[in-house]
């Protein structure tokens, strides 16, 4: 059983930072791409960030490309990612997820090629 438990929500104004954490358990860490989502109140969810198994490769929506960095660090079994020059339209649950496939080279960043997932923790950015 995989767990994925996500922290560093919280509320922000514009033009503020956060750095969220997800630690990762129940599965080799180190062989699995993962990826940041987020979704709105009344939208779908959608792709933030990815970074590939090695953390060689990452993938930015270009709506936080400049903004957004996401890093992991396979010894401790986290995935990170910073957020700065945050907007209110950035305001969501953001979730992390575990890729389905192991050792793949790329990021993937559409939700069904995730297979588990965190609770979610909410990021408001206030105007």
Do not use: H
Request: net charge positive; charged share 20%.
């Amino acid at each position: 059983q995989v767990q994925l438990v996500e922290s560093g929500g919280g509320l922000v104004q514009a033009g503020g930072s956060l750095r969220l954490s997800c630690a990762a358990s129940g599965r080799t860490f180190s062989s699995y791409a993962m990826g940041w989502f987020r979704q709105a109140p009344g939208k779908e969810r959608e792709f933030v960030a990815g970074i590939n198994w090695s953390g060689g490769t990452t993938s930015y929506a270009d709506s936080v490309k400049g903004r957004f960095t996401i890093s992991r660090d396979n010894a401790k079994n986290t995935v990170n990612l910073q957020m700065n020059s945050l907007k209110p339209e950035d305001t969501a649950v953001y979730y992390c997820a575990a890729d389905r496939i192991p050792w793949r080279p790329v990021v993937k960043g559409i939700a069904g090629e995730y297979d588990y997932w965190g609770q979610g923790t909410q990021v408001t950015v206030s105007s």
